[in-house]
């Protein structure tokens, strides 16, 4: 009879769960169907009824943008377009010019021309303005005017470019265009080796096995793997690359989602190419996603000492969903926790401030993690370096003057008017400095804080009440102030911005390839972690 009892209640308990969650489910299903049937109408009205005409296309995408922006930056609508840029970011493989292009109304700006490839081999240089492309001129272009430089490998596009000024055309001949996860290995000195991983793309594990096996065989006994600069990409990557220095069956990250098939933990599946390899990670700030899993797990094993400047802090994880027309959406489906629990997600886009902005975790408000060995480990930052450099010291100015391309073109301008016999001797000084910023006035550089928006708010207030005369000269007074303290800001940050112009300059002449060989020499980051693993009790002090 108990048993009986028994599996009856296990029959209603089934029975009430399915019941609930279909139940829940149906209800969801219907506010999801009440919803596209509103908007649905409304969108067929107002196209049907405006006064004037409108573009679905286009209202399309505006609405489908202002719902997704309400979320976070990462969940995105991608159009035909972007669906291919994501193949290309995934696979590393395309068909071009062999060049990093951006894109304006009016002309292409060759970026960064990649060595030995179709764009290099036609004389182009970073810099250069290509403002025709066969006989379509760039600023007649609707489209998106960087798809004029694809096509099929051997076939050939004339392009037509500005260059300090003179016009001057270059024929140029498509080739398959790979774009290396690894950019860059090579040895330090006898027993050093150093690998950077600038994404994490298919080719990411492939490419830092066969570097680390390589550097072994040249002789290295410690390892240096650069994360800087690194925005991400695939999280099995990231995976398999903590998979080559720890042993098979490590937890390495955790996903956490409301929908239960997204909540997963991801174990090493290979054996190690080697456990006990001394190791340093060179982390900064643009350094995120994957790999701040991978320097966030090995941090966590006590398995490498990570140097740099606080990571980005993206603990979201991203899946595309196929969507009809070519199209996709990626959604954010769940966070990442690294082996010690810890999600580093910096900003927290579900509870905004009142301006909508997403507001960055405060530190009284980090959570206490242990590491394998028992170290101390937060979360809610990004991931914190055990070897500390300063970053930026305003990064909202620094980010106007890269964003407005003031570092690139100063760095053209310098290639052009200076020569450097020997880049190892290269080093940029204090007129160099002083040149900058004169540039950066002569180029009518101007960046308003919020303070300065808040101000030129309220005074115009003033002015729509009539009270502006009172306070007109205290006004200007606090705007002269705020101009000095941004100037202040400038030279504040002199070392960090040195060093993005010196990057820039150096591959003006010596490609990327060279500033890596820089770097070995000059790099402060570089010479630390060379210096830590030189000293086998500094680098256990470490991890102990």
Known sequence: ??????????????????????????????????????????????????????NPGDLMDTAIKSMLADLDPYTNFMNEQDVEAARINNTGDYTGIGAKVKTF???????????????????????????????????????????????????????????????????????????????????????TGYIVLSKFNRKAHKETDYALRDLKAQGAKRIILDLRGNPGGLLNEAIKIVNLFVPKGQLVVTTKSKVKKYNKTYYTQSEPI?????????????????????????QDLDRAVIVGSRSFGKGLVQRPKQLTYGTQVKITISRYYTPSGRCIQSLDYWNRDENGKAVRVKQENYNEFKTKNGRKVFDGGGVFPDVAFDASKNATVTNAIVNDDLVFNYATNYYYNHNINNL???????????????????????????????????????????????????????????????????????????????????????????????????????KKATEILNNTATYLGYLN
């Open 1 to 54: 009879m108990k048993k009986i009892v028994k599996n009856k209640f296990v029959l209603i308990t089934l029975a009430t769960t399915i019941f609930i969650s279909t139940t829940a489910f149906k209800n969801d299903f219907f506010e999801i169907a009440k919803q596209i049937e509103i908007f649905t109408t409304l969108f067929k009205e107002l196209n049907m009824n405006y006064v004037d005409e409108t």
């Open 105 to 191: 109304k009016d002309k292409l700006v060759i970026v960064e021309p990649y060595k030995d490839y179709p764009a290099d081999k036609a004389g182009l240089k970073a810099g250069d303005e290509i403002i025709k492309v066969g006989n379509t001129l760039i600023k007649d272009y609707k489209e998106n005017s960087s798809d004029l430089l694809k096509g099929t490998a051997g076939t050939k596009v004339e392009v037509t470019y500005k260059r300090q000024g003179k016009t001057a055309t270059a024929t140029i001949e498509r080739a398959e265009v790979e774009i290396k996860a690894v950019p860059h290995f090579s040895m330090i000195d006898d027993n």
């Open 274 to 298: 080697d456990t006990e390899i001394p190791l340093v990670v060179l982390i900064d700030g643009k350094s995120a996603s994957a790999s701040e899993i991978v320097s966030g797990s090995l």
């Open 424 to 526: 190892n001797d290269f080093k940029l000084t204090d007129a160099d400095f002083s040149d900058f910023k004169t540039y950066l006035k002569t180029n009518n550089f101007s960046f308003k804080t919020q303070t300065e928006k808040a101000l030129y708010k309220a005074f115009e207030a003033a002015a729509n009440e009539e009270l502006d005369d009172n306070i007109e000269k205290d006004f200007n007074t606090l705007i002269s102030n705020l101009n000095r303290s941004k100037e202040d800001i400038i030279n504040e940050n002199k070392n960090f911005l040195l060093d993005l112009l010196t990057e820039e300059i150096v591959k003006r002449y010596a490609y990327r390839e060279g500033l890596y060989e820089y770097y070995k020499v000059h790099d402060p980051k570089i």
